[in-house]
């Protein structure tokens, strides 16, 4: 068995990989380019983690009902439950369900992608690969999207910058966040965030001005110390 990481651009069974993460590859899928499929990765080419990562990946391999593809089918189900479908789509990618494929089972979902097709660079990229929009534009994004969140009681903690893509949108930008496995499972042992409006709006507002402080810091304004240094 290959052990090697699948890199996006690069082919994991036939398939054009366009990102992964520590457990998930996320490919396009061959039968209608529109989606993507996630599937887990083979044990040789997971990212090496900590402790509580290991346990998580333990109980999935005994159960995968637990694993992050269904973890992240349940998320869906339970916010398109009680949010329209339109105030969903503009920050969050629909997923489609899990398919079974010759490579095994998969989670579906519907790509994001630019105007002109290309898929959509994550905010992680967009900070450290690649930058291409001021640390204003990109903080501003987070605040919608912030309050987007906030709007619709959507316990996402996770603000992985990787797990944010980043699409043109007027004379800005937008936010589409294409995993929010985290809305149904998260680091709490006991999930008070999830349970008290009041708290869970406070971490919301703490992650996004996290994520805020960490795009000024890896784009800094021209002529600030840091951009001199």
């Known amino acids: ?13 036939h398939m054009i990989v366009i990102g992964r993460g520590a457990n998930r590859v996320c490919v396009i899928d061959r039968r209608d380019t529109r989606q993507c499929l996630k599937f887990m990765l083979p044990r040789a080419q997971r990212t090496r983690v900590g402790l509580r990562q290991r346990l998580a990946r333990w109980r999935a391999e005994r159960r995968p009902s637990r694993d992050e593809n269904h973890a992240e089918l349940r998320a869906w189900l339970q916010l398109s439950a009680r949010i329209p479908a339109e105030a969903l789509a503009p920050h969050l990618a629909t997923v489609l369900g899990m398919f079974r494929t010759v490579y095994g089972q998969a989670l579906c979902c519907q ?33 919608v999207f912030e309050q987007w969140l906030l709007r619709h009681r959507i316990p996402l903690f996770d603000l992985n910058a990787g797990n944010l893509l980043v699409l043109p949108d007027g004379d800005g930008v937008r936010l589409v966040c294409v995993d929010a496995k985290s809305v149904v499972g998260g680091k709490e042992i ?26 000024r810091a890896a784009l800094p304004e021209p002529g600030t110390p840091a951009a001199a240094a």
């Open 1 to 13: 068995m290959n052990t090697t990481a699948p890199r996006p651009g690069e082919a994991w069974n």
């Open 111 to 143: 790509r994001v992608t630019l105007p002109e097709g290309g898929d959509a660079p994550s905010l992680y990229a967009l900070l450290f690969e690649a930058p291409r929009y001021p640390a204003a534009t990109l903080c501003a994004a987070v605040s």
């Open 190 to 215: 006991v999930p008070f965030s999830r349970w008290v409006g009041a708290l869970g709006r406070r971490k919301i507002r703490r992650r996004a001005e996290r994520l805020r402080a960490r795009i």
